[in-house]
């Protein structure tokens, strides 16, 4: 398919104009017209690069991208790097940051929900892109071995190992300060990428445990889905590749 086509069909599917971002969402690196191939990713690294032109791939997809807010406009070094790579093979890069935390069937948020046994009942946070529900009764501690066998990394916890958990609230990737919202729903716990010294202050003394499950680790699955959706759709061939990244 032509890539101005795939361009136009993901910035309706995800929504993307509804949303004030910290980087731009859709096309952001723009190589050949023609796309038969698309690999996907959690991050643009140059290794996530290298292995999408091993595979072949005419388009990258990925969650987090490039020209973030209050980054240096230089094209030096590891940026260099990164976009003569791109460039020199004629690689596109498409990237999709808050469109692809909200969306309500391919999104991060509910694509965890899915892996990890959440009921989603409603969306609250910075543009609606966190999300809250209900979980089959556990503890904080069976909660936590849930979270370890299904991300395959153990989770660090704030919070008693007994507590029974029936309420949750949850936001992939750096959204540990969405706890106090979290707080004030008056849920059991709340579960995200990463978590911030205050964080656990916070936790330990609302008594609503906190589960930082790793930022990578929970925003694998929607640029996944999203790759997959396409190749559904469209009759693409996708490809998923996850590099290991403890954070």
Same mark, same amino acid.
Request: aromatic letters at 8%; glycine letters at 10%; hydrophobic letters at 40%.
């Given at each position: 398919?032509q890539?101005q086509?795939?361009?136009?069909?993901?910035?309706q599917l995800? &929504?993307v #104009?509804?949303?004030r971002?910290?980087c731009?969402?859709g096309?952001?690196?723009e190589g050949r017209a023609?796309?038969r191939k698309?690999v =996907? #990713?959690? *991050?643009? *690294?140059l &290794?996530l690069i290298?292995?999408a032109?091993?595979? #072949?791939?005419?388009?990258l997809?990925?969650?987090? @991208?490039?020209?973030?807010?209050?980054? $240096?406009?230089?094209?030096?070094?590891?940026?260099r790097?990164?976009?003569?790579l +791109?460039?020199?093979h004629?690689?596109?890069?498409f990237?999709?940051?808050?469109?692809?935390?909200a969306h309500?069937?391919?999104g991060?948020?509910?694509?965890? $929900? !899915?892996r990890?046994g959440f009921?989603?009942q409603?969306?609250?946070?910075?543009?609606?892109? $966190?999300a809250?529900?209900?979980?089959?009764?556990l503890t904080? /501690?069976e909660? !936590?071995?849930r979270?370890?066998d299904v +991300?395959?990394?153990a989770p660090l916890v704030? /919070?008693?190992p007994?507590?029974p958990v029936?309420?949750?609230a949850w936001c *992939?990737?750096?959204?540990? &300060?969405?706890l106090s919202? =979290?707080?004030?729903? @008056?849920? &059991? $716990?709340?579960?995200s990428?990463e978590i911030?010294e205050?964080?656990?202050?916070l936790a330990?003394? *609302?008594g609503v445990?906190?589960l930082? !499950?790793?930022?990578h =680790?929970?925003e694998?699955?929607?640029?996944?889905a999203?790759?997959e959706?396409? =190749?559904g759709r469209?009759?693409l061939?996708?490809r998923?590749?996850?590099?290991?990244?403890?954070?």
């Amino acid at each position: 398919m032509q890539r101005q086509e795939l361009g136009d069909y993901i910035e309706q599917l995800l &929504d993307v #104009g509804r949303f004030r971002d910290y980087c731009p969402n859709g096309l952001q690196v723009e190589g050949r017209a023609e796309i038969r191939k698309i690999v =996907a #990713g959690v *991050s643009a *690294s140059l &290794d996530l690069i290298e292995a999408a032109l091993d595979e #072949g791939a005419d388009a990258l997809l990925v969650h987090h @991208g490039y020209f973030w807010k209050n980054e $240096a406009p230089q094209v030096t070094g590891v940026k260099r790097k990164r976009l003569s790579l +791109l460039l020199r093979h004629d690689l596109n890069l498409f990237a999709y940051h808050l469109p692809l935390d909200a969306h309500p069937q391919l999104g991060n948020n509910a694509q965890l $929900a !899915a892996r990890l046994g959440f009921a989603l009942q409603g969306w609250f946070g910075e543009q609606n892109i $966190a999300a809250h529900g209900t979980v089959p009764s556990l503890t904080v /501690g069976e909660l !936590a071995r849930r979270v370890h066998d299904v +991300l395959g990394r153990a989770p660090l916890v704030i /919070g008693d190992p007994q507590q029974p958990v029936r309420t949750i609230a949850w936001c *992939s990737g750096g959204a540990q &300060d969405y706890l106090s919202q =979290a707080v004030a729903m @008056g849920v &059991d $716990a709340y579960l995200s990428g990463e978590i911030s010294e205050h964080t656990v202050h916070l936790a330990r003394e *609302s008594g609503v445990a906190y589960l930082g !499950a790793g930022h990578h =680790a929970t925003e694998r699955y929607g640029v996944q889905a999203l790759g997959e959706h396409l =190749a559904g759709r469209f009759g693409l061939e996708h490809r998923f590749i996850d590099l290991d990244n403890p954070v």
